[in-house]
């Protein structure tokens, strides 16, 4: 019997499952991704995107394009409610979408509780998307204005959004000053050498580091007087940052187990 299977979410996982989906169609079941954007953002080459280094037609996948191109419908709109007894999904523009088989694969965000309202200079991570808005807002500060930028979380990926943040200063002399904000040590859980070399790098940059007492959470965003800044998105042990939000998210619908940060993976 025909099913309906839904995609959340165009992430790395199911973009290998999308070029497959030509399978699941000529096999008779329907397929619906649904997704925000008709476009994924590779995070390995975000911040490559915040410095320019990337243009951002080099740094997407067609998510859209590649479910429509292979028989799928594509919904732009953002899960927000997961029924698995009714196995019904509420998006955000009130649509309700049934499915016989789901899969989610939404990623991470940065916990927007952790720094309040949404507001015009603070920029988190996720969606990579932002990165590009907050390159603009270097772009569109007056020359002379000289932004103070300040990186919310000393792992991997907020080490590499302060050095391209480096760059697209040096590059357009908009940014007086750069700051990244660590709860503990920078790269606390890499390699002495590893963290040395990074640090160096962040110094030829001209980014001061410092640890904050005050920084409570991972994926944070501070403020600092004149601006606010990427809230980084945290990946303490060099893991893959957990998904608190979403977690939150599941369990209210008796989706998470224990205190696992996210839904368990099956055999599936
Ligand atoms: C700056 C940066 C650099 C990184 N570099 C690396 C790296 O080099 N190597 C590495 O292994 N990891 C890296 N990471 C970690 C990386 O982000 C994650 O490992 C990876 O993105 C996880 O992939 P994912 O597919 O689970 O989620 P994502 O890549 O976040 O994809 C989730 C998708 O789901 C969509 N979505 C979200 N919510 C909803 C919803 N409610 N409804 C529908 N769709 C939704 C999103 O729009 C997105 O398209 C980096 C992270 C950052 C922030």
């Known amino acids: 019997m025909p099913k309906h299977l839904v995609f959340v979410g165009g992430g790395h996982a199911h973009l290998t499952a999308l070029l497959r989906l030509r399978d699941y169609v000529r096999a008779g079941h329907r397929v619906t991704l649904i997704g925000p954007s008709p476009f994924h953002y590779y995070s390995g080459m975000g911040p490559g995107l915040l410095s320019g280094i990337y243009r951002p037609a080099e740094v997407r996948f067609h998510v859209r394009k590649m479910a429509e191109d292979r028989g799928g419908a594509f919904l732009e709109d953002r899960v927000v409610t997961v029924d698995p007894v009714r196995r019904s999904l509420l998006l955000g523009s009130g649509r309700e979408v049934r499915y016989d088989a789901v899969s989610f694969n939404t990623g991470s965000e940065v916990p927007a509780d952790l720094f309040g309202p949404p507001a015009y200079d603070v920029f988190p991570v996720k969606p990579i998307e932002n990165l ?51 709860r503990s040590v920078v790269l606390e859980d890499y390699p002495p050498k590893a963290r040395a070399l990074a640090l160096a790098s962040l110094a030829r940059w001209g980014i001061e580091t410092s640890g904050t007492p005050n920084c409570s959470g991972e994926g944070t965003a501070s403020r600092s007087r004149e601006s606010r800044w990427p809230g980084s998105e945290s990946t303490p042990s060099g893991r893959t940052a957990s998904s608190t939000k979403t977690c939150s998210r599941f369990s209210r619908e008796g989706l998470c187990a224990g205190s696992i940060p996210g839904v368990p993976i099956s055999r599936y």
């Not at 979380?153 to 000053?177: D, K, M, P």
């Open 132 to 182: 590009l808005a907050a390159r603009r807002r270097v772009e569109t500060t007056p020359a002379g204005k000289g932004l103070r930028a300040v990186v919310v979380g000393g792992g991997a990926a907020g080490v590499e959004i302060a050095a391209n943040l480096g760059r697209l200063g040096r590059e357009s002399g908009r940014i007086a000053r750069i700051t990244l904000v660590s």
